[in-house]
């Protein structure tokens, strides 16, 4: 059974191929800039930036189009003081132990620690719940389809919506993250996925000197010999 009939699609503009080459090299430069930022302003963002950066991110695919992610958009300082408190409790825990030294060593370039002033710091924190199944009119349990891809993908939409906006992010992931639930009183159904922060960087603000990979050790073309 189809709820939806099929409509011509006509979402694409005509391009040539230089211009759509030259797009592709402009969007590669953009997001070649991107880093992740642990030092922010408290300068603070307008809220309808935001918006539009979440509803980019709720335009990404999922399994069986079953949109299976939730946004909390926190602003409010309370909150924001809460989230932090609970966060560092855990990392506390990490750093003083859960973590082996071999992540330990792996995130030494890095220069994280337990303290997380940026929680409070920042305008805006965006949390992304997965939604790991859904819940029918009488409540009970629906399938949702492969989850954790379908979230990972519109976490990707967002943080590329966010840098392509003009502003810093930082992918925050304390673990466990169950207290997102209990502060942002969110069903058990639902996982804490990511904790985004958004905002501008500190002045002076300093990033790792870390890079990424050469694109010839992570592409591989494989062609039509035409020889
Ligand atoms: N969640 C901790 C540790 C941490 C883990 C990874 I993997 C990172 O790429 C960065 C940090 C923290 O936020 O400090």
């Not at 995130?107 to 994280?112: K, M, N």
């Not at 399938?143 to 943080?159: H, P, Q, V």
């Not at 992010?169 to 009183?185: D, K, Q, W, Y």
């Not at 990033?207 to 035409?226: M, N, W, Y």
């Amino acid at each position: 059974m189809h709820d939806s009939e099929h409509i011509p699609y006509d979402g694409l503009p005509e391009l040539s191929e230089e211009v759509m080459l030259a797009r592709a090299q402009s969007f590669h430069k953009l997001v070649r800039r991107r880093r992740t930022v642990r030092d922010f302003s408290d300068r603070p963002v307008p809220r309808e930036i935001i918006a539009a950066c979440v509803q980019a991110a709720g335009q990404a695919p999922s399994g069986a189009n079953m949109q299976p992610w939730h946004f909390e958009v926190v602003g409010d300082p309370v909150i924001k003081k809460k989230i932090r408190l609970a966060a560092e409790e855990e990392e506390q825990r990490f750093y003083d132990g859960r973590a082996n030294q071999e992540w330990l060593d792996a995130l030494a370039p890095l220069g994280t620690d337990e303290q997380k002033p940026f929680l409070e710091t920042a305008p805006w924190l965006i949390v992304i719940f997965e939604q790991r199944y859904g819940l029918d009119p009488e409540g009970e349990k629906t399938r949702f389809y492969y989850t954790k891809e379908s979230i990972g993908l519109a976490s990707g939409f967002l943080i590329a919506a966010v840098h392509n906006a003009g502003l810093a992010s930082l992918t925050h992931t304390p673990s466990p993250m169950g207290f997102l639930n209990r502060i942002l009183e969110r069903p058990g159904s639902e996982k804490p996925f990511l904790l985004l922060v958004v905002g501008y960087p500190a002045e002076g603000a300093m990033v790792p000197g870390i890079t990424r990979k050469d694109p010839d050790q992570f592409i591989h073309f494989r062609e039509a010999d035409v020889t």
